[in-house]
């Protein structure tokens, strides 16, 4: 049975149920040695892997989980989502080998898409205006904890209990998280409001909105500045460890890397509206390049291991660039869309999942236990996003019209 809840309740639900795409990246990450360790490293396949098929999973999820929230309600489809994310994370906790972990990783991925879809759809169902903004605010701030707070509490956790231990408290979580859907949060999508999952119209509207140059140059730019945080998120414990002999205090030189995203998206929020958000982004891909430029000379200058605080200073300043991007980016990819925004939310966020994805894989292979191919990711993206993100701008804005 459901019950009413209040606004406090809802948002509170919405936020962990959103949160839980960040914690099953973040709260693994000081275990990723252990996991090596304890199931063996087999090229091509290595650790790495348990982060990056994770998004590639995502990416598989987004693109189905989308419209199925339209035509079967939000709730359901969220836990169906939850479901799937259930079973991956049953299949990595009792693994016996790294391809295992890793299917339940991808598992995991595709079930997660749930929550992120059809929460964000959700809030679209029930706030406009200054009250969705209202309700984003509230979301934002978990945003910025809990990448700060996630490994740390992990390391707790993957000390008393080991590796597995983390998936017992992700399936745990999801069950919780599912029971108090379930009982307490009414669908938000009238059944006259739905829309029916046709493949081939499906298929109609999606190859328009691939076919508008200015959607797809933005996906691929969004693709390739996730790409590089993503690099960043499946190398950095080896990298600390290997390059600068930092285990145990990792969590925290995490979390004050990851500052720099939440300052940023604060700041991004206020000056947005002043600049424009194709300045705003034009000055975080100049931002990204210069710090992973800066990053690679100094990484050169001293056999791939610079002083740490230089490597925090520059680090810092990449993911200031990357908070400034992430939400202009997507602002300025939906702005075309119209009438098909549903579906062209689901295309933007999986084709930059899977191009960051590629991205991350093909960088992460050339990983040699330096900061030279952490940096030369940052540039290379910075770069290469730029490009592609002016001549978007120069395309036509026009918006795109749906077939029914």
Avoid: C
């Amino acid at each position: 049975m459901t019950f009413p809840t209040s606004f406090r309740e809802r948002i509170v639900l919405y936020a962990l149920l959103t949160s839980l795409t960040s914690i099953s990246i973040d709260a693994l990450l000081p275990g990723l040695r252990q996991i090596g360790a304890d199931l063996g490293v087999r090229p091509p396949l290595s650790t790495q892997h348990v982060i990056s098929l994770f998004i590639l999973g995502m990416a598989f999820g987004e693109l189905l989980l989308g419209p199925l929230s339209d035509a079967m309600g939000r709730k359901k489809a969220l836990v169906l989502g939850l479901g799937v994310y259930a079973v991956g994370t049953v299949v990595a906790l009792v693994a016996g080998s790294l391809e295992m972990v890793i299917l339940g990783r991808f598992l995991q991925g595709v079930g997660v898409s749930g929550p992120k879809i059809a929460t964000r759809a959700m809030i679209r169902d029930q706030f406009e205006g200054d009250a969705m903004a209202r309700v984003m605010s509230f979301m934002f701030t978990l945003f910025i904890l809990v990448p700060m707070l996630a490994p740390t509490l992990a390391q707790g956790i993957i000390a008393v209990g080991g590796w597995r231990s983390v998936f017992a408290v992700y399936l745990a979580a999801a069950g919780l998280l599912g029971l108090w859907l379930v009982m307490r949060q009414p669908e938000t999508l009238a059944t006259d409001k739905r829309i029916p999952f046709r493949p081939r119209l499906l298929v109609s509207n999606g190859r328009r909105i691939l076919s508008n140059r200015r959607v797809t140059l933005l996906i691929l730019a969004t693709g390739l500045v996730f790409g590089a945080q993503l690099l960043y998120l499946s190398t950095a414990a080896d990298l600390f460890f290997d390059a600068y002999g930092i285990g145990q205090t990792f969590p925290l030189y995490f979390a004050t890397l990851a500052t720099g995203i939440g300052l940023a998206s604060f700041l991004n929020a206020k000056l947005v509206q002043r600049f424009g958000s194709e300045a705003m982004a034009r000055y975080g891909f100049l931002g990204l390049a210069a710090a992973g430029f800066a990053m690679l000379a100094v990484s050169a200058s001293w056999a791939g291991r610079p002083p740490l605080t230089v490597l925090m200073v520059l680090g810092f300043a990449a993911f200031f660039a990357i908070g400034v991007l992430f939400g202009n980016l997507n602002a300025m990819a939906m702005r075309s869309l119209g009438q098909v925004a549903g579906l062209g939310a689901s295309l933007i966020a999986s084709g930059s999942s899977l191009i960051a994805t590629l991205f991350a894989v093909a960088m992460g292979a050339f990983y040699d236990g330096t900061t030279l191919n952490l940096s030369a990711g940052f540039f290379i993206a910075g770069i290469s996003a730029l490009v592609l993100a002016e001549l978007a701008v120069r395309a036509d804005a026009a918006p795109v019209e749906a077939v029914r």
